[in-house]
C-alpha cells in the first residue's frame, strides 16, 4: 500500500495548467473558465475510479467510496482548488490530489474499508472572487445561508449566488446537501504550511493542534498635514509619527506576549501621502491572532494603550474598528494522538504545531473530529508565484494521510 | 502714505477667480488657460500706472518704476502666481498684489524715489506643472539653463521649454533676461508663513533671517512578505515594522536636534499593502530640512545608525537615495535691521524667524541682498483650498513693505 507520486505530481502540474495568470504565477478563481476546466479533469479521474460525484448548491464536489458499513458516517479528506491572484500551484490543490491519490491507492490495494470515505473539493477558500474566504465550506456547513451567499459580491459587483447561477449551480438547493453533526466521522485535511517553521525545523510533517482565532481591525488616525518645511516639529501633529508608533509597539509587545500570538499590520494608506507635507491622516489594518485568547486579548490592551498615549503626545484623534473575528479551534486530541502515532509508525519526523492561517477545515469544528497534516513551504512563500514544496515531503504527508484514513476506516479494531 | 487694503483685497478675490477647480480650492498651474486671464488682469493693472512689461522667455513679468537716478539697480519686489493642485489664493498672490500696491501707493502720493523699484511675478513656483520648485526664478538667475527647462516634464509628458513655447514666450531668449550680480540692490518678497509661528505667538509680522537648506531622500526597506497568521514573530522580516522604527527615530532625534531643525516622512507606499500579508518591501520620503548645515547632519547620522540596526535586528535590507538638496540662505543682516527698525517705528509687533519652506526669494542669496516678510497663517494651513489669512494682517505685511521699500528707494539720507 503506497502512495504513486508520479500520480500526485501528474494531478498538480494538470490542475496548474488551468491558470487565467501563465506565466505570472496561477490565479484559478471559482466559477472561471479555468475553475470548470480543473473540475472537470478531477470528475473525470474520480469517475475513473468507479466514485460518482454529489455537488451541492455552490459547486463544493463530494465522492464516496462506500465501505462494507453501508451509511455510516464517512471520514472526510479534501481541500480547495481555487487560488488567490496571481498565487502558487500547491495551496489547496495539495489536499485534493492527495486525496484522491489515497483512494486510488485504496482502489488498485483492494483494501476494503469498514468506514466510508468521501473526498471534498470546496469552492472559494482564498475569498478572491467574494472577499469571503471559506465561503464554500460555510454554505456546506450551514454557516453561510441564502442571505449570505447574495451579500458578498465580486469585482463585477455580481454575488456568489448569482455567479453560481449563471455557471449552471442551483444554490437555492444549498440547504438539502448542508454537514451536520453525525453526518461524518472526522475531517482531516492536507495542506501546504506556508510558513517557514517546518523547513526551519527540518520536519516533513506538522501535526496541527489548534489553529488561531483572529481578529481584524482597522485603525484610523488623524492629526493635521502642514507644511514639512514650515511647521516646527514642537507644533505638529503627524499621523504617520504616531502611527509608527504604534506598529512600533505592536511588534514588540507581540514578540514578548506567548510563542503562539502573532500581529501584522499589512496594509497602510497615508493622507494626502506628499513627500512635504505632513501626514494628516493614516488608516491601517491590524490583523491578530492566536489559539489562545488571552494573547489576541494582550495585544488589544496594549494597541488601545499606545492609542491613547499618542493622541496625547502628539494631539491626534484615532478610532479602532473590527472589521471581523473568527475564534480558535482545538483540533481533536485523538485525531492528533492517531496522526503522531502513524507518523512515529512510518519513520517521518514531525512537529505539533498551530495553523496562523484559517482552513476550511475549521468549519467542521463543532459537526465532527477535525485534523490537519501540514507538508513544508520553501522559504515558506504562499500565495505567491514561487510557493513550493518539495515532492518528497508531499509524498511523507500524502502517505500519513492514507496510512491514517486507513487506521480510521479498514480496520475497526485498530482505530485507538 | 497709506496701504489700500480694499484694493489689495479686490486684487485677491479677482486672481483667486481664475482657477481650474473652483469649488475645490484653487489651482492655477503656469501656462494654464487661468494663469493667462490671471497674467492679462495683473498685465492691465500695472499699465494702468504707467509701467510697461517686460516678459522673459519663459514668462517672468517684471515692471519698473523708474526712479531719479535712472538705470541705477533697482529694488526687486514681488511673488509668484502660480498654485499647486487644489490650492489656496493667498500663497505667492499675496507677494504679488502687495507688492504692485506699494507701487500704486508710490504713483498716487507722487513719491519721487531715487532708486528704481520693479515689480516681479515669477512662473512656476510651485512646481506642480513640471515637479522642479521655482522654476521660474532658476531660469532668471541663470540656475536653469535650456537643458533643464527641457528636461523637466508635465503628467503629459511635455518639457517647460515645449509648453512655454506653446503660449507664446521664446525660452531660447531666457540668456538676455538674466538677472546677474549688480543688477539689482535688494529683492524683497512678502510671503505667507504657511505655518503656526506667527499665529501662535500673535504676532502679524515675521521677519524671516534665513531659509533653511533641504535634502529630500527615498528610503527603501525590503523584508520579505508572508502569510500574516503563519509565520510566528520571530521568523518575520517585515519591512513595514523596520521602517516604523525608522520613523519614530526621526521624529524622536530632530525634536532634540536643534529647533530650526525639522524632518518629514510625507509619503509612505507599501507592498503588497494586503492585511493578511506581512509588508514585503516599504519605500518612504525624508524631508530633512535646517538653517544649520549641522541638524542635517545628526539627523542624517541618526537615520543611517537606525537602518544599519533595523537590517540586522529584522534582517531587512535597507537604501538611501538622495533626489534633491539645496543649501541653507543666510538673509541680508542689513535688510533685517532695517524690516525690523521699520516694523518698531510702525508699531508692528514681530518675531524674527527662520523660514523652513523655499521661496523664489532664495535664489537671489548670491547676487544680491535678500529680505523676506511673513504675515500669519490662521491654523498654519497651506496648500490647501482652507488656507487663510487675516486682511488686517495682511494690511500689516503690505504697510511694512511700503515703508520698507520706501526707506530703500526713496531718500538716500534714511538709509541705513
Known sequence: MEINISRVKRDIEKIAEFNATPGQGCTRFSYSPEDSKARNYLI??????????????????????????????????????????????????????????????????????????????????????????????????????????????????????????????????????????????????????????????KKPIGIVEAIAGIKWFEIEIRGVPNHAGATPMVMRNDALVGASEVITTINSKTRTAYPSTVATVGKIICHPNVPNVIPGKINFTLDVRDTNPEGIRIILNEVEKKLNEISKKFNLSTSMKLLGESNPIILSNELVNLIEETAIEKGLPYKKMNSGAGHDACLFGGITNVGMIFVPSIGGRSHVPEELTSYEDIKAGCELLLNVVYKLTSSLTKKT
Chains 1, 2 share one sequence.
Open 44 to 201: 473525470e479521474e474520480i469517475n475513473r475510479l468507479g466514485l460518482t460525484t454529489s455537488i451541492d448548491g455552490v459547486g463544493n464536489i463530494r465522492a464516496r467510496l462506500e465501505g462494507s458499513m453501508k451509511d455510516a458516517p464517512a471520514v472526510l479528506i479534501g481541500s480547495h482548488i481555487d487560488t488567490v491572484l496571481h498565487g502558487g500551484i500547491f495551496d489547496g490543490v495539495l489536499g485534493v490530489v492527495g486525496s484522491l491519490e489515497v483512494i486510488r491507492v485504496f482502489k488498485e490495494n483492494n483494501i476494503k474499508n469498514d468506514i466510508p470515505i468521501e473526498l471534498i473539493i470546496f469552492v472559494e477558500e482564498e475569498g478572491s472572487n467574494f472577499g469571503s474566504t471559506m465561503a464554500g465550506s460555510k454554505v456546506l456547513t450551514g454557516k453561510y445561508g441564502i442571505d449570505e451567499i447574495k451579500s458578498i459580491k465580486n469585482s463585477m459587483g455580481l454575488s456568489m449566488y448569482e455567479v453560481a447561477k449563471e455557471v449552471g449551480f442551483d444554490p437555492d438547493s444549498s440547504q438539502k446537501y448542508l454537514i451536520k453533526t453525525g453526518d461524518i466521522m472526522a475531517m482531516i485535511e492536507l495542506h501546504i504550511e506556508q510558513s517557514v517553521v517546518l523547513e526551519s525545523e
